[in-house]
């Protein structure tokens, strides 16, 4: 699914509207392994084209050092880990600036579809005055990278 907006709740005028990016792969890996590969933050420079370094621990209140590659760029933030649940969904919240500038809830869930197969879910929500920039809006794009990550990872997954 490409990127898609959704509306201020009040409907009314200019607001900070929500940008939703998410992508889904099947995999055929039981979900610890998916969880397994997902975690090893270590080993991401091996394998992930858009997650190129995560320092860190995947525990909730955990601040993590990330460095991103989308489109030719490079970006580094620190996220604090809203939710690490073992086997089934690992999310964190980036803030560039002041809380309500441009705020970013990323998630990946991790869920069973048959006996050792998983459907990986990666999702981010942006919110803050900035999305509703068209320069900062497009390179919120990060659907492309999303389906990268997601194949490299199920490839990993299943093959070693």
């Known amino acids: 699914m490409r990127a898609s907006w959704a509306r201020c709740a009040s409907g009314a005028g200019p607001c900070s509207l929500p940008l939703l990016v998410r992508t889904h792969i099947d995999i055929a890996a039981p979900a610890s392994r998916v969880w397994q590969v997902l975690t090893d933050f270590d080993a991401y420079p091996q394998w992930n084209p858009f997650i190129v370094g995560i320092k860190g ?15 030719g760029s490079t970006m580094r933030f620190r996220p604090t880990v809203r939710a690490a649940v073992p086997g089934r969904e690992l ?3 980036g803030r560039l ?4 500038l441009l705020d970013g809830e990323h998630s990946f869930l991790i869920e069973e579809t048959g006996p050792g197969r998983v459907r990986l879910t990666q999702a981010e929500t942006f919110t803050g005055a900035l999305v509703a920039v068209p320069f900062i809006r497009r390179k ?21």
């Open 57 to 71: 621990t995947p525990e909730t209140g955990a601040v993590l050092r990330n460095v991103i590659v989308n489109n």
């Open 91 to 93: 999310r964190w919240l």
């Open 97 to 100: 600036g002041l809380p309500g």
């Open 140 to 160: 919120l794009d990060v659907h492309d990278a999303f389906a990268a990550m997601n194949t490299a990872l199920k490839q990993r997954a299943e093959h070693q």
